[in-house]
Structure formats: C-alpha cells, structure tokens
C-alpha cells in the first residue's frame, strides 16, 4: 500500500480465484483514492478487458480487517464492464461522505467480476477522511471582482436540513436564490453564473450574498465587472 497525503495508491495486488495460470480479465492500471469535500472518489483505468462483467468495491477500517461490499455493477450501471475490448475505459465510484466518519482511514479493494464468475482483487489502498470544520463560515467569493462567474465556500461543522443562499443588490433587492434545502457535507461549494432568478446576466456592480440556516447566517460582498 501506498499512502501519501490522504491519497491512497494501490500497487494492484491481484488474485486469480480460479488458481490457474489464464490470462487475467482485466488490465487495470492507476487505481488510487483521494479524499475531497464530498467523501471519497475512487479511480481506476482498464487498458483492456476480457469478459468483464463488472466492478465490485470493498471498504474496511483496517488493512487486514472485514472487508464489507459498499458498491457493485449490479446496482451501479457505471461500475458495469464493457465486456471485451482491447482499448478498456477509466472508472470512478464516490463513497459519499454521510457514510464516512471524519479523519478516520479507510481501506479499499476493487474486484472485476468475469463472465464465468472468475474473481480478481486490487488493492487494498489507504486513504484517510478530510477534519470536520470546528465552526461554520461563509467564505469569500472567488474570484472576486469577476466575470463571468464566481464560486462560494461555506465550511459546515455539522448538517443542515435547511438551508438558504440568496444574491442580493447593493439596493437589498432579491437578484436570485441561488440554493436551498438541506446540505449533508461539511465543505459546500456553488457557483454564480451572474444571471437572475429568470437566467439573464445581471449589471456590473455591487452585489451581497447572504446564507442563513436554523445554526448560522452570514453575508459577504461581491463584485461582478465587465
């Protein structure tokens, strides 16, 4: 296992359940886990495949642990095979971050399914959850001035199941409602198009966007040039 600054690695440790000296199902190469604002995101790519069915992952807490099924081709069509073919594809699944516990590690392996039901193991890879934020906090714009568009943070210690983003003008009048409903990650990000509620691009000027939820509220200026 490789483990290099919440990235995890895999070297590809494969095994071939059938025990004989056939030629693999799949050449998989580049398998590694990152951790981001939305959980962890698998990534893996085939240089070829023969008769493959499928993916199917596996997640443990420790390296040599119970390693439990949390994804597979039979109910994700991405994690689905292309059967044969001699050029492969690359692959990405998402453990989203509600399942996962904060600056914990966890352990990956990847398995392809072939058409006979042969079986071959990747991995395990180690990566490690991002901290929760300590408090909430509206970030500021970027960039800021702008044009054409602009992206806002807000860092969450905790879930939200009610939540509102709404761009104002400099006169407080409402440009547009930009987000709401509930948000369950710590890290949310979103960008502004410039436009109105009615998609038109609004003037240059000074504008104010403005979150509030049952645990927090905040406003911040922003400036949108042409």
Partial sequence: INHYAGIGIGLLALVNTNGNDQALPVELTGLSAAPDDNGIQLSWQTLSESNNLGFEIYRSTAESGTYEQVASYRSDENLLGLGTSATGRAYSWRDPQAGLVAQTDYFYK????????????HGPLQVQTLA?????????NYPNPFNPSTTIALELPQFVK????????????????????????????????????????????????????PHYQAVRKMILIK
């Fill in 162 to 213: 009610d939540s509102r983003l709404i761009i104002y003008d400099i006169a407080g009048r409402k440009v547009r409602t930009l987000y709401e409903g509930a948000i369950q990650q710590h890290r949310f990000k979103i960008v502004w198009n410039g436009d109105n509620e009615h998609g038109a691009r609004v003037a240059t000027g000074v504008y104010f966007y403005h979150f509030s939820s």
């Fill in 110 to 121: 990847i398995c392809d399914v072939s058409l006979s039901g042969e079986v071959s193991w």
């Fill in 132 to 140: 929760i934020p300590e408090k909430f906090a509206l970030r500021q």
